[in-house]
T-cell receptor
C-alpha cells in the first residue's frame, strides 16, 4: 500500500518563503506530485517529480529524494492568494494516492 | 475545451436512494478516476479506469459502481445511499496515470 505524511497546517508571512514537507511509504513509486486547492474549489496541478532533484515553476519549486522517500514544495514570495490547501500525491502502478493536505495560511 | 465537467453540482439524497454522478472530459484522456474528499482526509480514490471498457477499484470502492463505455464518460453510481457517503466527489482525468490530473468542479452530496 501507500501512505503519505504532511503537516496539517502552516502559517507564513506575506512575502516570505515556506516549505511544505511530504514523506511517503509506497510499494511502487512512479513520481511525486503537488496540487493546490482553494476552499470550495477543485485541486489544481502544481508540479511533478519523477527523478531526484529540484523542479522550478515560477515562484513554486518541488524537490524529491527517492532514497529518503521525501519531497517538499517550496513557495517563494508568498502572496495572500497562496492561502490554500496543498496536497502531495504519490503515483504508483495504476493508482495515485493523496496525502491529507497542508492548510497554508498567509498573513500580512 | 470544456475540460472535465461534472453534474450535478449539488445533490441531496435520502438513505436508500440511488443516483448517478456524471463525469465527462473532452481531452481524449485515457485515465479517469473518482475521488471523495472528506474534511481532514484528503482525496481518497474510489474507482479508476485506464481506458474504455477497463475499470478497477481504488481505496474506498464499497457502495459505488462505475462503467466506462466511451473514452469521454465515466459515471459513478451510488447503489443505495448511506449517510456515510455524504462527501464532495471529484472526477479527474489525465493522459496517463502519473501525468497531471485535471479535476472537475466537484459534486457536493448530502445523504440524510
Amino acid at each position: 500500500g501507500q501512505s503519505l505524511e504532511q503537516p496539517s497546517e502552516v502559517t507564513a508571512v506575506e512575502g516570505a518563503i515556506v516549505q511544505i514537507n511530504c514523506t511517503y511509504q509506497t510499494s511502487g513509486f512512479y513520481g511525486l506530485s503537488w496540487y493546490q486547492q482553494h476552499d470550495g474549489g477543485a485541486p489544481t496541478f502544481l508540479s511533478y517529480n519523477a527523478l531526484d532533484g529540484l523542479e522550478e515553476t515560477g515562484r513554486f519549486s518541488s524537490f524529491l529524494s527517492r532514497s529518503d522517500s521525501y519531497g517538499y514544495l517550496l513557495l517563494q514570495e508568498l502572496q495572500m492568494k497562496d492561502s490554500a490547501s496543498y496536497f502531495c500525491a504519490v503515483g504508483g502502478y495504476q493508482k495515485v494516492t493523496f496525502g491529507t493536505g497542508t492548510k497554508l495560511q498567509v498573513i500580512p | 475545451n470544456a475540460g472535465v465537467t461534472q453534474t450535478p453540482k449539488f445533490q441531496v439524497l435520502k438513505t436508500g436512494q440511488s443516483m448517478t454522478l456524471q463525469c465527462a472530459q473532452d481531452m481524449n484522456h485515457e485515465y479517469m478516476s473518482w475521488y471523495r474528499q472528506d474534511p481532514g482526509m484528503g482525496l481518497r480514490l474510489i474507482h479508476y479506469s485506464v481506458g474504455a471498457g477497463i475499470t478497477d477499484q481504488g481505496e474506498v470502492p464499497n457502495g459505488y459502481n462505475v462503467s466506462r463505455s466511451t473514452t469521454e464518460d465515466f459515471p459513478l453510481r451510488l447503489l443505495s445511499a448511506a449517510p456515510s457517503q455524504t462527501s464532495v466527489y471529484f472526477c479527474a482525468s489525465s493522459y496517463s496515470i502519473n501525468y497531471e490530473q485535471y479535476f472537475g468542479p466537484g459534486t457536493r452530496l448530502t445523504v440524510t
